[in-house]
């Protein structure tokens, strides 16, 4: 066979080699949104903090899929978890089930009760039975976290138990959300976001999907707002409405 031809067949495998692992990348990002990059901003989560407060964040799991949620209150009797609507939406209909990862035994608790929710904030409280004594109540911050500062999340994207992400507070997005570069990925959503210092400042909500409303056209939208709609970045819901929900769920079981 002639040297040339083999050179251009090499060549010709090579590239359809190059192409078909940068496709590959392509699909699993647009698909999960956790790359190299994401991983390798984790640093080293193995310190007495995040063990600790690992054990306030539970999985949330339906055959719809699964969400993250984060203990905010317990009593006597039941334990108060904060998720996202979404989730809760999506499981009403399927056999829910909380599940507490402990360091030696699991602990599942099945049907929890939605307290309440608000839609227009993607907020909802659930409590189940206190069948578990394994947990950490999440303290909230006395003050709501601003651009640059850092921040971290535990979650469980695709599944992954206690995924911890950190990553920082990129900018406003309006008076609801902020977005962030802390990894997002499904499975995520009701994941608790943290300040340095371990307080909770916010709630991850998911990735951005926004729309261009149907009113408008791209020639329409403002050039600083063309960003809004185009850039993929983690959104959280902001200090303010996470603290007023809060404490209008927990008002009467106690003092707020």
Known sequence: MNKKLIRWITYSLLAILILATIFLCYKTRSNYYVTLSDLARLGNPANSTFLELKKSVVQISSNSGIGTGVIVYADK?????????????????HET???FLGDIVDTCIKYPIEIGYEIDNDLSMIAVCRKTENFTIAELSDK???IGDELFTIGFPIGIPHFYSKGSYSANVNY???????????????SPVFNKQGKLVGL????????IPSNKTWQDIFSKEKEYYLVRYGVCIRYKR???FMEKMLNGRKKV
């Open 77 to 93: 009797f039941f334990i108060y978890i904060l998720t996202n609507d979404h989730v809760m939406d999506e499981a009403k209909s």
């Open 97 to 99: 089930e909380v599940r």
């Open 144 to 146: 709501p976290a601003k």
């Open 176 to 190: 609801k959300f902020f977005r962030s570069d802390i990894t997002v990925a499904p499975g995520a959503s009701g």
């Open 204 to 211: 991850v909500r998911g990735l951005n999907r926004f729309k």
């Open 242 to 244: 996470v603290k007023f």
